[in-house]
């Protein structure tokens, strides 16, 4: 049944400040308990990543909920979605920005310079996808969303910051063979990135390079012409109300290990 797990996304919709307010501490808690750290993550240009919380085809209600409040929030109360921003843009927690892209996507044509503040305020924002094989597509829709609202100054630093991204980093000791490898993924991520711009919202430098690099990564224009994977619907664990406010941490993240990734 679609209304079980207590109807979070109908609270969350409904009144998505007290949603928040009431359960996002909870949940950063339990981030900071069960995240799952490595060296990869240290060693490369994105946050780190959650073992049990995704933001995939298949999120889970809790997830869902999130991403309704937040929606919902940014809609609708600007000010109070500024506010929840702030306090967590500085997070190093990978789901948390995922959730944050969601309202940003929102403020976009309000509010272009926040969005362009929070993307080139860390290099990592601008390395954002759904998977751990994919790592542009969440940052190219909210460039997508943005680009058309920003004056021609903030456009062009957003093309310096994009030209200048290294998503791949060498190893200590690699080979020329991996390193000239990394120049290349580079280059493959930034030409994405560069894709995500209207034609009218690149300089005249930025569209040679984005045509040359495109002759030169055919496949990446395939690539970027591939829908993503959204959110699939009326997918969670069941729990009833009762069950939720009676059970402690543990038992509530080993519901979560159930949510398909």
């Excluded at 998503?167 to 930034?190: I, M, S, T």
Aim: glycine content about 4%; overall charge negative.
């Amino acid at each position: 049944d679609s209304q079980d797990f207590y109807e979070l996304e109908a609270v969350a919709k409904n009144n998505p400040k007290s949603f928040l307010d009431k359960i996002w501490p909870w949940f950063m808690k339990v981030m900071s308990h069960h995240i799952y750290d490595n060296d990869y993550s240290r060693r490369s240009s994105v946050y780190r990543d959650k073992f049990c919380f995704h933001i995939g085809a298949y999120p889970g209600k809790l997830i869902e909920a999130f991403i309704v409040s937040i929606v919902e929030l940014a809609q609708n109360d600007t000010v109070d979605f500024m506010q929840f921003l702030n306090e967590n843009c500085q997070s190093d927690y990978l789901i948390i920005h995922k959730l944050l892209f969601y309202g940003l996507e929102k403020v976009a044509d309000e509010g272009p310079e926040t969005v362009l503040e929070y993307l080139l305020s860390d290099s990592r924002r601008l390395c954002m996808g759904s998977g751990s094989s994919e790592h542009h597509s969440k940052t190219k829709k909210l460039i997508a969303a943005v680009c058309p609202h920003l004056s021609s100054k903030s456009s062009q630093q957003l093309e310096d910051a994009i030209l200048n991204v290294n998503y791949a980093q060498p190893w200590e000791g690699c080979d020329a063979e991996y390193r000239a490898a990394v120049l290349r993924w580079n280059r493959q991520h930034r030409l994405q990135l560069l894709l995500a711009f209207p034609e009218e919202c690149l300089s005249k430098r930025a569209k040679q390079l984005r045509q040359e690099e495109s002759r030169a990564f055919p496949w990446e224009i395939k690539r970027n012409e591939q829908p993503s994977v959204g959110i699939a619907q009326d997918v969670g664990v069941r729990m009833t109300k009762e069950e939720m406010s009676c059970a402690k941490d543990e038992l509530i993240i080993s519901l979560f290990n159930k949510i398909s990734d």
